[in-house]
DNA sequence: AGCATTGTTTCACA
DNA sequence: TTGTGAAACAATGC
């Protein structure tokens, strides 16, 4: 699920509950979700110290960190990415199980937790869980933020305009790309063209600043109703991304495809152009 | 069985 | 230089 509106919601759920508790103990073993950290190497960074801010961009979210003990120097930054399908999870102190949405804290058939990957226990025995059932999450200190492009729920009108205008690129391909642009993702494209009734292979430099602008307004309205209402997936056209699916505007056929090495859906009518 | 998948990285190639 | 497509990564769901 993850795309910006999920990590925004980890964020908030970071910045709510995770902050200010000092750290027991991390179980960074899984080496995949942890590279290229060694074992035990997060865990040494983390003892003793308390997470003391969340941020995000794009997709990439970090925390930064307090000194051990009484010391002003401030530890490394935590860098956590939730990958395909990554949840963030904090348990309150005490240790009782982190509800999220009226679901219980997800395991296994077995009750155990096998897809936990990550796990940070403060010492008031909560603690905060990277769930992830397919492993590609990742967990790294002092990630690259410069890598990537400004965010996509922050980006003026004129940097968005400039970003689409400097390539010839598909314009969904143009603005998944993260170094230019952070935080759209496969569904949050297809409903933002499918909103302003652009063709996803159109290329970006072609667009008219009018229709950039409307690409934009689309984009971060899709962002704010996503974050509001719980995820990509709640987005108009996505339950019409499917074989037979219909335009959920106009009744046309949605056609599918691969524009930026990504399956795509748009309107046959509308988006035809 | 086979195919698909909301993300990222790398590489061959045009 | 830019862009594309495919593969790999790991695992699950239909």
Redesign the pocket.
Known sequence: ???LPEVERARAVLAAAALGRRIDAVDDTDT?VCRPHRPGEIAQALHGRRLTAAHRR??TLWCETSGVGRSRTPGPTLGL?L??GGVLLVSPPGGGDAVRGGDPWPTNTDGRKTWNRFTVDFADRGELVLFD????ARVRLEPDIDALGPDAQHVTDERFAAILAA????VK?RIMD?SVLAGV???LADEALWQSELRPARPAGELTRAEADRLHQALSAAISRAIQRGG??TGEVIEARHRDGHCPRCGAEMVHG?V????TWWCSAEQAG
């Open positions: 699920m993850p795309e995949f794009g997709k990415h990958g395909m059932k397919r492993r590609l390539s010839r690129a598909p391909a993260q993702g496969n569904l990509v997936h691969t930026g090495g990504r399956s």
